[in-house]
């Protein structure tokens, strides 16, 4: 674990951002291990442990109502921000971290071991939540928590969606919250998905019209186009671009690199973000939809191999998506030489309902994304 620690504050420490941390009753480990990571220098503009009442008081400007909790790790958060910009000499991306936690300690506890920590940029706020199993963990096991939770506060507002575990116990999760921009929201896990309009409106968690055409769209192609100009007029509806930002196999998305892929779709389409990366997490998201997917996706999403060799999890993917009034329409592909579509994919019987094919004369488009990357 600690060398996926590492790589991500290298990542860290080779972004622009810059940040103020300060802690408070716990998380003090992320201290140690943002500097012991070279260039470190680049990033640190200060780091802060007003540990006393009063200390915490001196930082603040007024006395918390509670001392861990939610509303002192924002108020933390925006008073680093703003120490942040006091500090910084150049124009870079700047952001405040605030940790406050109540941990394990030489005498019993009558409230909740937990941790709350906040990270505050010029337009979003974001907040995470851990409240620990007593007697699971002695202190210095709940404080590796609390600093590692510092630390993915850090990389994402750095736009680095951090490959590292949290060796949490199944009673235990991060509760993410936060507000302003959307679409950090989304990343940390704050919202479910974000409807993006072809006019650059952005709605938190709203509802698309039609049905959707799933892709990683980089680039967006005149597949794409062509496919959601057929599939508008097969199903009379309007067709919406989704993206996840989250991957079977491949890293997360940054923010930044989702906002550059947006605007692709400026003035074009509409487009709905989501961290859904499978279909049976997408219709739990967007319930009743109609997918419109290619032949290549069409045979995944039948074989049990794509479910961990488990003929039984397929089973139960696909009876969820029905369960929740999903269906798809399927456009053939060219596969070894040979044109696919969906009637050469071997759908089980119960689920046929749920499939809807566009005919070979009515689109055939054969490129894809990464030929179009590599050409």
Do not use: W
């Not at 008081?57 to 910009?85: C, I, K, W, Y």
């Not at 941790?115 to 699971?136: N, P, Q």
């Not at 997408?282 to 939809?289: E, F, T």
Request: hydrophobic share 40%; proline share 6%; with cysteine.
């Amino acid at each position: 674990m600690d060398a996926e620690i590492q790589d991500v504050i290298r990542q860290v420490h080779a972004s622009p951002v810059q940040a103020v941390v300060v802690v408070t009753g716990g998380g003090a480990q992320s201290i140690s291990r943002l500097l012991r990571v070279p260039g470190a220098s680049r990033t640190v503009l200060e780091i802060l442990v007003p540990y006393s009442e009063r200390a915490l008081e001196d930082f603040l400007g007024e006395r918390p109502n509670q001392v861990a909790s939610v509303e002192t790790a924002e108020a933390m958060s925006r008073q680093a921000h703003s120490r942040a910009v006091e500090l910084a000499e150049a124009d870079v991306p700047l952001v405040g971290i605030g940790c406050t936690a109540a941990l394990a300690t030489d005498r019993p506890k009558r409230g909740a071991h937990r941790v709350h920590v906040a990270r505050c940029t010029s337009d979003s706020t974001v907040t995470y939540s851990i409240e620990f199993t007593k007697g699971l963990r002695d202190r210095a096991g709940e404080d590796t928590l609390a600093g590692l939770l510092v630390v993915r506060a850090l990389a994402e507002a750095a736009g680095i969606a951090p490959d590292m575990s949290m060796p949490l116990d199944p009673t235990e999760h991060i509760v993410i919250g936060g507000s302003g921009d959307p679409i950090d929201l989304l990343v940390a896990g704050a919202l479910d998905r974000v409807f993006v309009r072809a006019d650059g409106t952005i709605t938190p968690n709203g509802r698309p019209n039609g049905a959707l055409l799933s892709g990683s769209f980089d680039p967006l192609h005149v597949g794409h186009r062509e496919l959601a100009t057929v599939a508008a007029e097969a199903l009379a509806m309007q067709v919406t671009m989704e993206m996840s930002v989250a991957n079977v196999d491949k890293p997360p998305l940054s923010a930044s690199v989702i906002r550059e892929r947006l605007k692709q779709f400026e003035g074009i389409y509409d487009v709905v973000l989501t961290k859904a990366p499978t279909f049976a997490e997408k219709v739990r998201v967007l319930p009743g939809s109609c997918f419109i997917i290619g032949y290549d996706t069409m045979k995944r999403l039948i074989d049990p191999a794509y479910y961990g060799g488990d003929p039984q999890k397929m089973t139960k993917a696909l009876s969820s998506i029905a369960q929740l009034k999903g269906r798809f329409l399927v456009a053939g592909r060219l596969d070894n030489g040979i044109f696919g579509t969906l009637e050469d994919v071997p759908v089980p019987e119960e689920f046929r309902d749920m499939f809807e094919s566009i005919p070979e004369h009515r689109f055939r488009r054969d490129i894809s994304s990464t030929h179009l990357r590599t050409s």
